[in-house]
């Protein structure tokens, strides 16, 4: 299951990170970080889903 969570998150970073913390503060981090650059939102999603 991660791994499809990895892949959700390389094409659509908020929504890996919604799938794995729902709507919390690291959700809403990464939109910010999405909007801001396309890399760091993947960045902070992958981290998120292999942190837990």
Do not use: E, K, S
């Amino acid at each position: 299951m991660d791994f499809i969570r990895i892949v959700i998150a390389i094409l659509l970073p908020p929504v890996g990170v919604f799938l794995q913390v729902g709507f919390g503060g690291a959700f809403w981090l990464n939109i910010l970080l999405t909007l801001c650059g396309y890399i760091p939102g993947i960045v902070h999603a992958v981290w998120v889903i292999a942190r837990r």
